[in-house]
């Protein structure tokens, strides 16, 4: 994958990342099926960005797929790096000895 084709990829890590933020606001759906949710949309995301975009890293269906899902799951990492830095200190149980 070459370095000019990473916006390609970017926009599959931020509609699945938007995809996850209005599946957590659904209160039937746990939350440990949004990773599940944000692969399977990112997979689906792949194999249109092959077909759609001219740029697209892969060439083959096979490989679409994998680099959606992979970008699907990314988005839940974005999640957890803004969870984090965004973390109130007060929050934090104290820490024991």
């Known amino acids: 994958m070459d370095i000019t084709t990473l916006g390609t990829v970017t926009a599959i890590v931020a509609i699945c990342y938007l995809i996850g933020l209005a599946v957590k606001a659904i209160p039937n759906i746990k939350d440990n099926l949004i ?24 060439e ?29 200190k007060d929050d934090e149980p104290p820490e024991q000895m």
Request: aromatic share 6%.
């Open 60 to 88: 083959d269906v096979m490989n679409a797929v994998a680099i959606g899902i992979v970008s699907g799951l990314a988005s839940t990492g974005v999640n957890q790096v803004y969870k984090q830095i965004t973390k109130d």
């Open 35 to 58: 990773p599940v949710i944000v692969g399977l949309c990112g997979g689906a995301l792949g194999v249109a960005g092959l077909y759609l975009m001219p740029e697209f890293p892969a």
